[in-house]
Nanobody
Framework: QVQLVESGGGLVQAGGSLRLSCLAS????????MGWFRQAPGKEREFVAK????????YYGDSVKGRFTISRVNAKNTVYLQMASLKPEDTAVYYC????????????????WGQGTQVTVSS
């Protein structure tokens, strides 16, 4: 019913920037809050950022606050994650997620997940 496809991952040097994109299928994109999560090898899945349906409100995890920016263009069914001042500890698989109407970031409340895209930050 709903498919989320991430793109934009790759290798970047520490201190550099990278922008991830998530394209959602269908025409109901604007009806749902969206989020980004990440998971590094041997680590728990971590909340990164979320954005409300209109794009007017955002919230970030402490580890990325001030460095990452989430945005969305509903006319393109796309959500973005602009990452700046990247650190080696940002290395992870990044997942796009369609959240429930409440905007909950509990893993069990996520409606749909993307397949993930690898981000590697070199020292």
């Amino acid at each position: 019913q709903v498919q989320l496809v991430e793109s934009g991952g790759g290798l970047v040097q520490a201190g550099g920037s990278l922008r991830l994109s998530c394209l959602a299928s269908g025409r109901t994109f604007s009806n749902y809050p969206m989020g980004w999560f990440r998971q590094a090898p041997g680590k728990e899945r971590e909340f990164v950022a979320k954005i409300n349906r209109s794009g007017s409100n955002t919230y970030y995890g402490d580890s990325v606050k001030g460095r990452f920016t989430i945005s969305r263009v509903n006319a393109k069914n796309t959500v973005y994650l602009q990452m700046a001042s990247l650190k080696p500890e940002d290395t992870a698989v990044y997942y796009c997620a369609s959240l429930g109407f409440s905007g909950s970031i509990r893993f069990e409340d996520v409606r749909y997940w993307g397949q993930g895209t690898q981000v590697t930050v070199s020292s």
